[in-house]
């Protein structure tokens, strides 16, 4: 099964820092890209930053400026570094990847982690 596993959340100051990790694991074939959702309760789904296999990257208008996403490609990890934190961010943080389990599989499909609290409060 494919997992992702988030972690690096926590409580920080307004202006402070924090670094978001997500592990993929199991057996995939080809990763067409990753990245971080955020949802409050009551709202919809909000883009924070995608990454593709390719390098390209975009990030929602909330956080640019303020975010930056990375990746490791042989540890299948992406990174969320997350600079000049406002309550406003406040929410979970949901890592997603989008792939192909294997070359039989046309269609990439997406995969959710369990998410990781992020709480800017002084």
């Known amino acids: ?18 670094r978001l990790s997500c592990t993929l694991s199991g057996t995939i074939f080809s990763i067409n890209a990753m990245g971080w959702y955020r949802q409050a309760p009551g709202n919809q789904r909000e883009l924070v930053a995608t990454i593709t296999k390719g390098g390209s990257t975009n990030y929602g208008d909330s956080v640019k400026g303020r975010f930056t996403i990375s990746r490791d490609n042989a540890k299948n990890t992406v990174y969320l570094q997350m600079n000049s934190l406002k309550p406003e961010d406040t929410t979970i943080y949901y890592c997603k990847a989008v792939l192909r389990r294997s070359v039989s ?12 609290q992020v709480t800017v409060s002084s």
């Open 1 to 18: 099964q494919v997992q992702l596993v988030e972690s690096g959340g926590g409580l920080v100051q307004p202006g402070g820092s924090l």
């Open 105 to 116: 599989t046309i269609n990439p499909v997406s995969y959710w982690g369990q998410g990781t």
